[in-house]
């Protein structure tokens, strides 16, 4: 369960590794810098509180994590749900939903659920992906136009309508400045893809904002300078009405985290050649998040561009992103100072561009094309995020997609009714019939006063109202009745309670019932209830031939 690959990553360390990790981290720490600042302060906190995150999360998730080269920290993931805690309830509150986040991360570990997370559907993942993706581009258009709007709501609809209130307020260098980090962080990748856009963006328009003392707002002018150091910030206030009115909140900045950090995982997998934990990831995580929540840090998460830069340049051992968190660390005490030059529309345009590079725009065009159903629960997700709130996004997103999931399952699970001759003659079933040498097609004859129900799918509650219309069909009650379950791989409780009905139903009416071709989880749910002893074993057969020769004895009898 709890497996961190620390403890395996090491073994035949080199110096020629431990030259590549030390280079990968560095390069890693230099794109941390700008992007832990930019989503502090997107997400309502202080430039200082990302860099601790990324310093905190990096070396915890190093240490105790289930990848050999996972880079955690603050990304824009939680820039949506962050700000909007931080509004309402001010940092002691993000504080507080970060902590039981952790906590909740942990149980998700213990409890073995890393590999559940990967049954959320796709259409959800990429409908709020998109949708905080919409919601940064729109929180950020303040800042890349100088207005300067610490105090702006949470809400994208209430952003909009004050970005029109406060038009007259457009500050036009401010505006230029966004506009050369933006040309310059997305066409960088065309001179060089070794050194961060973003870091040259934000060094060609500071330099002159600081040497030329430009009118522009900095993070100085709106966060004053920064502390050279970590801060103890310790556990927040806590009271049992905040917990609970903050705990819809922290489940999803736990399953951000989880989705995020194993999606990471995963691609990474590929790139060195390894296989992550998925327990000992989220358990990782978990700390990460409470211990940078101590110190005064964000939610936190695997974040992919680092990890992968991470891999991409030689990084195969934990020793990368510890390395990349001490280059933070250094970077915050010695020229901590001067980030306060950095213009907020600087941090903007480069988020701008993180936005948009996370939004799945051409995966929406593509399932546009797919199941109506699956494009019904995108758009669904999608909209409630932009509009509303991601925490009621993801759950109407998930009990959407249930539902749709329960529909599909039915309609493709079917219930045939096979039943013989009531004038005495015998009707006939044709069938494929396996044998250890051979496989041949078989016409089995159904005797009269005998009824095969052929199911077909899971026997789930989804079906069991299909099946129940299916015989409410049959006119008059057969002598025996023939269950043929040998295409049913799963069956749930409603499923069980419809078996026994029809036991009870059989027996009340001095008829008999036999089931047919039971497989395994079947098999088992049936012994567990009991029904497996109350139906018989005589009367449970492997195949169809000794079914229908168990349906004559029974009439015989």
């Given at each position: 369960?709890?497996?961190?690959?620390?403890l395996?990553a090491?073994h035949?360390?080199?110096?020629?590794?431990?030259?590549?990790?030390?280079?990968?981290?560095?390069?890693?720490?230099?794109?941390a810098?700008?992007?832990?600042?930019?989503?502090?302060v997107?997400?309502?906190?202080?430039?200082?509180?990302?860099?601790?995150?990324?310093i905190i999360?990096?070396?915890?998730?190093?240490?105790?994590?289930?990848?050999?080269?996972?880079?955690s920290?603050?990304?824009?993931?939680f820039?949506?749900?962050?700000?909007?805690?931080?509004?309402?309830?001010g940092?002691?509150?993000?504080?507080?939903?970060?902590?039981?986040?952790?906590l909740?991360?942990?149980?998700?570990?213990?409890?073995?659920?890393?590999?559940?997370?990967?049954?959320?559907?796709?259409?959800?993942?990429?409908?709020?992906t998109?949708?905080i993706?919409?919601v940064?581009?729109?929180?950020?258009?303040?800042?890349?136009?100088?207005?300067?709007?610490?105090?702006a709501?949470?809400?994208?609809?209430?952003?909009?309508?004050?970005y029109?209130?406060?038009?007259?307020r457009?500050?036009?260098?401010?505006?230029?400045?966004?506009?050369?980090t933006?040309?310059?962080?997305a066409?960088?990748?065309?001179?060089?893809?070794?050194?961060?856009?973003?870091?040259?963006?934000?060094?060609v328009?500071?330099?002159?904002?600081?040497?030329?003392?430009?009118?522009?707002?900095?993070?100085g002018?709106?966060?004053?300078?920064?502390?050279?150091?970590?801060?103890?910030?310790?556990?927040?206030?806590?009271?049992?009405p905040?917990?609970?009115e903050?705990?819809?909140?922290?489940?999803?900045?736990?399953?951000?985290?989880?989705?995020?950090?194993?999606?990471?995982?995963?691609?990474?997998?590929?790139?060195?050649?390894?296989?992550?934990?998925?327990?000992?990831?989220?358990?990782?995580?978990?700390?990460?998040n409470?211990l940078?929540?101590?110190?005064?840090?964000?939610?936190?998460?695997?974040?992919?561009?680092r990890?992968?830069?991470?891999?991409?340049?030689?990084?195969?051992?934990?020793?990368?992103?510890?390395?990349?968190?001490?280059?933070?660390?250094?970077?915050?005490?010695?020229?901590g100072?001067?980030?306060?030059?950095?213009?907020?529309?600087?941090?903007a345009?480069?988020?701008?561009?993180v936005?948009?590079?996370?939004?799945?725009?051409?995966?929406l065009?593509?399932?546009?094309?797919?199941?109506?159903?699956?494009m019904t629960v995108?758009?669904v997700?999608?909209?409630?995020?932009?509009?509303?709130?991601?925490?009621?996004?993801?759950?109407?997103?998930?009990?959407?997609?249930?539902?749709?999931f329960?529909?599909?399952?039915?309609?493709?699970?079917?219930?045939?009714?096979?039943?013989?001759s009531?004038?005495?003659?015998?009707?006939?079933?044709?069938?494929?019939?396996?044998?250890?040498e051979?496989?041949s097609?078989?016409?089995?004859?159904i005797?009269?006063?005998?009824?095969?129900?052929?199911?077909d799918?899971?026997?789930?509650?989804?079906?069991a109202?299909?099946?129940?219309?299916?015989?409410?069909?049959?006119?008059?009650?057969?002598?025996v009745?023939?269950?043929?379950?040998?295409?049913?791989t799963?069956?749930?409780l409603?499923?069980?309670?419809?078996?026994?009905d029809?036991v009870?139903?059989?027996?009340h009416?001095g008829n008999h019932?036999?089931?047919?071709?039971?497989?395994?989880?079947p098999?088992?749910?049936?012994?567990?209830?009991?029904?497996?002893?109350a139906?018989?074993?005589e009367?449970?057969?492997?195949?169809?031939?000794?079914?229908?020769?168990?349906a004559?004895?029974?009439?015989?009898?």
């Open positions: 369960m709890f497996q961190p690959k620390s395996t090491l035949g360390y080199t110096r020629r590794q431990l030259g590549r990790d030390v280079t990968s981290g560095v390069i890693v720490g230099v794109i810098v700008p992007l832990s600042i930019a989503v502090a997107a997400s309502g906190v202080s430039p200082q509180q990302g860099l601790t995150t990324a999360a990096g070396v915890v998730v190093a240490l105790f994590g289930g990848s050999r080269v996972q880079v920290g603050p990304t824009g993931t820039i949506v749900i962050s700000y909007a805690i931080a509004a309402q309830y940092y002691d509150g993000l504080a507080l939903a970060t902590i039981m986040a952790a909740m991360l942990v149980v998700m570990g213990v409890a073995g659920l890393g590999k559940v997370i990967q049954f959320i559907p796709y259409p959800i993942v990429v409908g709020f998109s949708g993706a919409t940064i581009l729109i929180s950020q258009f303040g800042d890349l136009v100088g207005m300067s709007l610490p105090d709501p949470p809400g994208a609809v209430e952003r909009i309508a004050r029109v209130q406060e038009l007259p457009i500050r036009p260098l401010d505006t230029l400045v966004a506009a050369v933006i040309a310059v962080t066409g960088w990748k065309h001179v060089s893809r070794r050194v961060p856009g973003a870091l040259v963006a934000i060094l328009v500071t330099v002159p904002v600081a040497l030329f003392e430009l009118p522009v707002v900095t993070i002018s709106r966060f004053g300078a920064l502390p050279r150091t970590l801060e103890w910030y310790g556990l927040p206030d806590a009271s049992l905040l917990i609970q903050l705990a819809v909140p922290a489940f999803t900045i736990a399953l951000l985290c989880a989705i995020e950090s194993l999606f990471t995982a995963l691609v990474t997998d590929g790139m060195v050649g390894d296989r992550h934990e998925s327990d000992t990831e989220l358990i990782a995580e978990g700390g990460a409470l940078a929540a101590l110190f005064g840090g964000i939610p936190a998460s695997g974040a992919i561009a990890t992968a830069t991470n891999a991409k340049n030689g990084g195969r051992t934990p020793v990368a992103a510890i390395t990349g968190a001490v280059f933070v660390f250094v970077i915050l005490a010695a020229l100072p001067l980030a306060s030059f950095i213009p907020l529309a600087a941090l345009g480069v988020l701008t561009v936005a948009w590079n996370m939004g799945e725009w051409r995966t065009a593509a399932l546009a094309r797919g199941p109506k159903s699956d995108l758009m997700t999608y909209a409630l995020t932009v509009l509303i709130d991601l925490a009621v996004a993801i759950q109407v997103g998930m009990v959407l997609a249930a539902l749709l329960m529909r599909r399952m039915s309609v493709v699970s079917d219930v045939t009714v096979h039943t013989g009531h004038d005495g003659a015998a009707a006939g079933l044709t069938e494929t019939d396996s044998s250890d051979e496989v097609a078989v016409e089995h004859q005797p009269e006063d005998v009824e095969i129900y052929e199911i799918g899971a026997l789930f509650f989804g079906v109202e299909k099946f129940r219309n299916t015989m409410l069909l049959i006119e008059r009650r057969p002598r009745r023939i269950v043929r379950m040998r295409n049913v799963a069956i749930d409603t499923g069980l309670r419809l078996l026994e029809l009870n139903d059989s027996r009416h019932f036999v089931l047919s071709g039971l497989k395994a989880q098999e088992r749910a049936l012994r567990k209830a009991g029904l497996y002893n139906i018989g074993e009367n449970i057969t492997r195949t169809l031939r000794e079914a229908l020769a168990r004559e004895q029974l009439k015989q009898e």
